[in-house]
């Protein structure tokens, strides 16, 4: 992304949790950056700081050291310029889905009418039509991932921060939801019609089918142990099992391998 | 799972019938039928004390008791829990004394409410209030205590300031707490409700009980009994269609209360 302006600046970051059992330095000095419409996954065993790092850059934590801007602009809290995906979707159980689509309009003031505009246009992008009225815990797991997707889209954020957002799915949701993703993210336009994306995913396979970059963070500190360029022509859904693709995918896994058996040994005790 | 209408209805209709029959039968063979009348007789009481006006007059007393006392003790549970929640310091200056209040009861502040106030409306107002307010507190601060973190990060995320956080986010999360807390303060109130007029009221279907012993009629204060019984399942039946109204994007087993 050399001579473009990044849209997400990360320089030198660390983050340590200060927590009861003594203090735990999750991501040391951590250099990245992301151009506006780039598509950057983040890959690394359990408990590397993935999820410190999307929260870092979210606004919900803030830097032990070093420092995130986000358009030139030092991240202090969240914002709306900053859409949010969570693991289990954080859906607002009281709300119908067209309720929890129209949250961000409505906490940004926008008014009935083009509220009802904006929820109408997400609904139909995400394929959810006939739903609109349906709360929460009367949708399938595909179905509460796509209401989440919309909601964030709502706001129309410069930026797309998503942590593990397909991991709840079933494998065949998954990978139409990927898919889905691509397509609404712009995969199938120039690339100056797509938004910055962080993408936080235990899937090798999925983080080189979606993304530009991959960036393996290395455990205990987490750091940035490589930075894989996926250099493959999008759109992406037609390449699912190239040569290429496995190649990246496996490079990938021999980076990560040793950490994560020794994160799981160290799991179970 | 929700059974079928003959399945739910049945069993409780059948079991109802055999303790029926059951006090039927000890009321005519075996006990002295002043003191235990058969349910016919209480039925016969029953229909007579609506018939002639008195017991409408006493349910319209009892639940004036319980309007007053349970809206001033519910909302000043409600109104206290949402303080506590927003002013952490009132919470730690507050608690122990609601811990030391809480499982004394209404009931045992009854001598203290009869020389207090003098035997009238206002100890089973001031006692039903007293009872109804620490449940739906309780209840009220846990729920605005455990909402879902990740809930108000994504309200945050998507850009509500921190009065839409509570608005939008705690109070609903909350309000199936809420709702079941209203329910089991009802529950305490009603009992607080008899207890209070019992002995210190000169109203009410408490009082009229008390009234009807003196005069050594049981069949009446059974047909009282009765009347607070199916009173009391109706007030929790008309609470529990309102959690419906309210909280039906609930699911049903998340907040079963
Ligand atoms: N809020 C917190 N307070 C204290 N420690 C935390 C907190 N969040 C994370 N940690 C610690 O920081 C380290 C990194 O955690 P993080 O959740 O970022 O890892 P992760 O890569 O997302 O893991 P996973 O793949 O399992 O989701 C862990 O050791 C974790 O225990
Ligand atoms: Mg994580």
Redesign the interface.
């Known amino acids: 992304m050399e001579g473009l302006i990044p849209r997400i600046a990360i320089t030198s970051l660390g983050k340590t949790w200060q927590g009861r059992r003594g203090d735990v330095e999750a991501l040391r000095d951590i250099n990245l950056a992301i151009g506006p419409g780039e598509f950057v996954a983040v890959v690394g065993p359990s408990g590397c700081g993935k999820s410190t790092l999307l929260s870092v850059v979210a606004g919900f934590a803030t830097p032990t050291s070093g420092k995130v801007l986000v358009d030139g602009l030092s991240v202090d809290g969240p914002s709306p310029e900053r859409g949010v995906m969570f693991q289990d979707y954080a859906l607002f159980p009281w709300r119908t889905v067209a309720d929890n689509i129209g949250f961000g309009p409505l906490a940004r003031g926008v008014k009935r009418a083009e509220r009802l505009e904006i929820t109408q246009r997400l609904v139909a992008l995400v394929g959810l039509d006939g739903f609109q009225d349906r709360y929460p815990h009367e949708l399938s797991g595909g179905m509460r991932q796509r209401c989440a997707l919309a909601r964030m889209l709502a706001n129309d954020p410069a930026v797309w921060l998503m942590d593990e957002p397909l991991a709840a799915l079933d494998p065949q949701t998954r990978i139409v939801m990927q898919d889905e993703l691509l397509r609404i993210w712009g995969d199938e336009r120039p690339a100056d019609q797509r938004r910055a994306v962080l993408f936080v995913t235990h899937g090798i396979d999925e983080a080189v089918h979606l993304s530009d970059r991959v960036v393996v963070l290395a455990r205990r500190p987490g750091r940035v142990r490589a930075v894989i360029e996926v250099d493959l022509p999008r759109p992406r859904s037609a390449l699912r099992s190239s040569p290429e693709a496995a190649r990246l995918v496996a490079e990938i896994w021999a980076l990560i391998r040793d950490e994560a058996v020794d994160a799981i040994r160290e799991e179970n005790g | 799972m929700r059974a079928r209408l003959p399945q739910r209805v049945l069993p409780p209709l059948g079991f109802a019938l055999i303790v029926l029959g059951s006090w039927y039968g000890v009321a005519r063979h075996l006990a002295n039928p002043q003191l235990l009348p058969s349910p016919w007789t209480v039925g016969v009481a029953l229909v007579d004390l609506l018939g002639n006006g008195d017991m409408v007059d006493d349910i319209l007393a009892s639940l004036g008791h319980l309007g007053l006392g349970y809206g001033i003790g519910a909302g000043i549970g409600l109104i206290m829990a949402a303080l506590c929640a927003r002013f952490a310091a009132l919470e730690t200056a507050i608690d122990p004394l609601v811990e030391l209040l809480r499982p004394i009861g209404a009931i045992a502040w009854i001598p203290f409410a009869i020389l207090m106030f003098g035997v009238g409306s206002t100890v089973p107002v001031f006692l039903i209030s007293y009872g109804a307010a620490f449940p739906i507190f309780v209840a009220t601060l846990a729920g605005m205590h455990g909402v879902?973190r990740?809930?108000l990060?994504?309200?945050?995320?998507?850009?509500?300031?921190k009065r839409?956080l509570i608005t939008?986010?705690v109070f609903?999360?909350a309000?199936p707490h809420v709702l079941a807390g209203a329910r089991l303060s009802l529950g305490v109130a009603w009992a607080a409700m008899v207890a209070a007029e019992l002995t210190g009221s000169d109203s009410g279907l408490g009082w009229r009980l008390f009234w009807y012993q003196e005069f050594f009629r049981m069949d009446r204060v059974m047909a009282v009994i009765v009347v607070i019984g199916v009173l009391g399942v109706a007030a929790d039946a008309l609470l529990r269609a309102l959690r419906q109204a309210v909280?039906g994007?609930?699911?049903e087993d998340s907040n079963a209360a």
């Open positions: 879902d990740a809930l990060a994504a309200g945050q995320a998507l850009g509500a300031s839409m939008h986010v609903p999360a309000l909280v994007w609930s699911p």
